[in-house]
């Protein structure tokens, strides 16, 4: 029996790394791992996924996104005409954004974010390093984080603020942590809920990623 091709994308910034701990199993899957391009000058998602497109060498694959990731692999799977398409922690529309994202798209104050500032966790740890939370959390950024180009993370933060998709793809699989603070569970709908999940709960729960998985692919 042939192995099912799974293609991961990774989060804003993020490195293929982020899945080091998702296992599939090999008899029945391929795994592959997607990264972020840099982008052309005022480049569209559209065009962007075509490029992305690229690196798809399979037919009808399976596409799995975290976040922003997720944003991509669903502009992504009519290119490639994907089997199956899953978004870990992401959201299926503008419409599931949060205030403060609607917010950032009426006022355009993603124009003026600090993203050079990102190039270099090392001055926030230490500002933070007596909130043990904020502190781990800085440290898995700044080890997970592979893209720090100045025009990549201005693109990123405009292109997923912009997002133009008003309407869920009811065929998109959609599993999101019930305790996710950058994407609230409140504001979306029919997405499978894990407990305790954070936004990067593909790196805290992924015991229960490895045991579902499987079965969310391959179901019919």
């Given at each position: 029996?042939?192995k099912?091709?799974?293609y991961?994308?990774?989060?804003?910034?993020a490195?293929?790394?982020?899945?080091?701990?998702i296992?599939l199993?090999a008899?029945?899957?391929e795994c592959?791992?997607?990264e972020?391009?840099?982008?052309?000058?005022n480049?569209?998602?559209?065009?962007?996924a075509k490029?992305l497109?690229?690196g798809?060498?399979h037919q009808?694959p399976?596409?799995?996104?975290?976040?922003?990731?997720?944003v991509?692999?669903q502009?992504?799977a009519?290119?490639?005409q994907a089997r199956k398409?899953?978004?870990i922690?992401?959201?299926?529309?503008?419409t599931?954004?949060p205030r403060?994202?609607?917010?950032?798209?009426?006022?355009?104050i993603?124009?003026?974010?600090p993203?050079g500032?990102?190039?270099?966790f090392?001055?926030m740890?230490?500002?933070?390093?007596?909130n043990?939370?904020?502190?781990?959390r800085?440290e898995?950024y700044?080890?997970?984080?592979?893209?720090?180009?100045?025009?990549y993370?201005?693109?990123?933060?405009k292109?997923i603020?912009?997002?133009d998709?008003?309407d869920?793809?009811?065929?998109v699989?959609?599993i999101?942590?019930?305790?996710?603070?950058?994407?609230p569970p409140k504001?979306?709908?029919?997405?499978?809920?894990?407990?305790g999940?954070?936004?990067?709960?593909?790196?805290?729960?992924?015991?229960w990623?490895n045991?579902?998985?499987?079965?969310?692919?391959?179901?019919?």
């Amino acid at each position: 029996m042939d192995k099912i091709p799974v293609y991961f994308m990774p989060g804003l910034a993020a490195s293929p790394a982020i899945f080091e701990n998702i296992h599939l199993p090999a008899e029945r899957f391929e795994c592959h791992y997607l990264e972020w391009l840099i982008p052309n000058d005022n480049e569209p998602v559209s065009a962007y996924a075509k490029r992305l497109a690229e690196g798809v060498k399979h037919q009808n694959p399976v596409l799995i996104g975290v976040s922003f990731g997720g944003v991509l692999v669903q502009e992504l799977a009519p290119i490639v005409q994907a089997r199956k398409t899953i978004i870990i922690s992401s959201v299926r529309c503008n419409t599931e954004f949060p205030r403060r994202m609607r917010f950032a798209k009426a006022s355009h104050i993603y124009a003026v974010f600090p993203t050079g500032m990102m190039s270099d966790f090392g001055w926030m740890r230490r500002i933070f390093r007596r909130n043990r939370f904020i502190a781990k959390r800085l440290e898995l950024y700044d080890k997970f984080m592979s893209v720090r180009d100045k025009k990549y993370l201005d693109w990123a933060f405009k292109t997923i603020i912009n997002w133009d998709r008003c309407d869920p793809d009811p065929a998109v699989i959609h599993i999101h942590g019930d305790m996710d603070e950058v994407f609230p569970p409140k504001y979306l709908q029919n997405f499978i809920p894990v407990a305790g999940g954070t936004h990067i709960m593909v790196l805290s729960k992924y015991k229960w990623l490895n045991e579902n998985l499987p079965r969310l692919i391959e179901e019919q």
